[in-house]
């Protein structure tokens, strides 16, 4: 079946620092994949999306590339700020929605 | 524009009681419907999903279960709640089988003391 790994939290940077939250997945066909985040209290919002391999999603200076080839979609930012504060899911899915997470990763950043 | 809503927005229930958890979607026809459990500290978990009015498909087995009376209805359920029943439940939808995103509810808390 498929699956979704991301990479373990929590995460507490400073602003303006570099981030970088890992992701890998295991699917059986071409999947979407997909960055959610989840600021507290609230529901899941979509951040950026890729469809196909060697795509780019892009969406508040958040940048992720859909690796087949390393089966990865690693989630980066130039400059995080403190608004950027929240839980990021990874997930993936080959139809209609219905789709895979990856268990999320908390990311504070102090200013 | 398409919007989600879902409710009650928390929820505090003793074990042994009823639930029911309400979704309903607005500006669009004919979506697919999903309700997810987010267990504290982890990731989502698929729980139904709904192609059609009266179409049920249940992911994993559990104390729960789901109907859709309406083409945007979303109804989550049990007859007797269990303390392990207790997260963040979200609603979702989606359009055609070619859109493969989701856009979530708000969510619900629910606590089972």
């Known amino acids: 079946g498929n699956s979704v790994t991301q990479m373990e939290g929590p995460v507490t940077l400073s602003e303006e620092a570099f981030l970088t939250i890992n992701c890998t997945y295991t699917?059986?066909?071409?999947?979407?994949l997909f960055w959610y985040v989840q600021y507290p209290g609230e529901g899941l919002q979509l951040l950026l999306k890729?469809?196909?391999?060697?795509d780019k999603g892009s969406n508040k200076g958040f940048e992720a590339t859909y690796r087949k080839e390393t089966t990865s979609f690693h989630l980066e930012k130039g400059s995080v700020q403190v608004s950027d504060s929240a839980v990021y899911f990874c997930?993936?899915?080959?139809?209609?929605?219905?789709?895979?997470f990856g268990d999320g990763t908390t990311l504070t950043v102090k200013p | 524009s398409q919007t989600i809503h879902q409710w009650p927005a928390t929820l505090v229930q003793p074990v042994g009681s009823p639930l029911s958890l309400e979704c309903t979607v607005e500006?669009?026809?004919?979506?697919?419907l999903y309700w997810y459990r987010q267990a504290a500290g982890r990731g989502l978990q698929l729980l139904f999903y709904?192609?059609?009015?009266?179409?049920i498909s249940s992911e994993v087995p559990q104390n729960l279960s789901a109907s859709r009376p309406q083409d945007r209805q979303f109804i989550l359920s049990s007859k007797k709640l269990l303390l392990s029943d207790s997260g963040f439940y979200l609603c979702?939808?989606?359009?055609?089988?070619?859109?493969?995103?989701?856009?979530f509810g708000q969510g619900t808390r629910l606590t089972v003391v």
């Open positions: 709904s192609v059609g009015i009266g179409q």
């Open positions: 979702a939808w989606s359009g055609t089988p070619l859109n493969t995103e989701a856009f």
């Open positions: 997930a993936l899915s080959e139809y209609a929605g219905k789709s895979t």
């Open positions: 699917a059986t066909g071409y999947p979407s």
């Open positions: 890729a469809t196909k391999a060697d």
């Open positions: 500006g669009t026809s004919n979506p697919n």
